[in-house]
DNA sequence: GCGCTAACTGGTAATCATTACCGGTAGGCT
DNA sequence: AGCCTACCGGTAATGATTACCAGTTAGCGC
């Protein structure tokens, strides 16, 4: 019979481990250099794999910050509930927040021009409360 | 005396109209490849450069797909005027859009986390009217 | 029209993040 | 213990964007 489908390695444990203790966004390369740095080494490779699993999963937000950088992070439970994130764009602390109006006003908007299968992207990025006041 | 600050040149306009006769978002690379094929080649870097100081004079305006890549699309005509933009996943049409409300509600929510200094990215992704009876 | 100078041009090399390859490693089952 | 297969990870490849730099040219004064 087939082995399991998913075999749990220590690679794959490590690279959630560092989304975890990231607690924001991070890019795949600060992954791997946290990783690497506290001796928890692993390939690059691997580590754009489990993120790319971990995203299919469900269980971890893409996006794109305005430089184009592609960053992770750990998210809702079972990756269920769209949302957005309000990011601070200096300490990388990140909020999550609904936005049931906008996604409505979206889909209004879109129905007017006559444009159906809508999908949107919605970052907000500022400053937090404690990096605005550490000025 | 120092000369003009701002040459025109054939190159310069070239891109110019590449963007004008593109109607929709497109990348460097598209436009690159349009002026070669149209025979008005213009050298990549060249394309680049052009593309960068339109963004910079606001005359275009620029969106991340997705998927990454980075577009342009000429835009309002003094560059004034936030707006965001309804594109067209499969044919590229644009529709500029105004969402007072969005840029209302995206300040609140901020601000109700005590974030400071905010700006945000928001494009919706659809399918337009002709795409979608294409089907 | 002529010449000058600085801005512009464009081919090539360099960068950078991400992906593809692929031989080697090691879970998990029997 | 032994096998089968998914998983690892170093390296090469890719693709978009930027940096360099020598050659070209627009625009100004004469």
């Given at each position: 019979?087939?082995?399991?489908?998913?075999?749990?390695?220590?690679?794959g444990?490590?690279?959630k481990?560092?989304?975890?203790?990231?607690?924001?966004?991070?890019?795949?390369?600060?992954?791997?250099?946290?990783?690497?740095?506290?001796?928890d080494?692993?390939?690059?490779?691997t580590?754009?794999?489990?993120?790319?699993?971990?995203?299919?999963?469900?269980q971890?937000?893409?996006i794109?910050?305005?430089?184009?950088?592609?960053?992770?992070?750990?998210?809702?439970?079972?990756?269920?509930?769209?949302?957005?994130?309000?990011?601070?764009?200096?300490c990388?602390?990140?909020?999550?927040?609904?936005?049931?109006?906008?996604?409505?006003?979206?889909?209004?908007?879109?129905?007017?021009?006559?444009?159906?299968?809508?999908?949107?992207?919605l970052?907000?990025?500022g400053?937090?409360?404690?990096?605005?006041a550490?000025?």
């Amino acid at each position: 019979m087939a082995p399991a489908r998913q075999r749990s390695t220590r690679q794959g444990g490590a690279v959630k481990d560092a989304l975890t203790s990231a607690g924001g966004f991070c890019s795949a390369q600060d992954v791997y250099a946290a990783l690497r740095s506290q001796g928890d080494a692993v390939g690059l490779s691997t580590v754009y794999r489990h993120l790319q699993s971990l995203v299919d999963a469900g269980q971890v937000d893409v996006i794109h910050t305005p430089e184009g950088e592609t960053t992770y992070r750990l998210c809702g439970e079972a990756g269920q509930g769209h949302h957005h994130h309000l990011v601070c764009r200096e300490c990388g602390r990140t909020a999550e927040i609904e936005g049931r109006a906008v996604e409505k006003w979206a889909a209004t908007v879109a129905a007017e021009h006559g444009y159906t299968d809508v999908d949107h992207t919605l970052e907000l990025f500022g400053r937090c409360a404690e990096c605005s006041a550490a000025r």
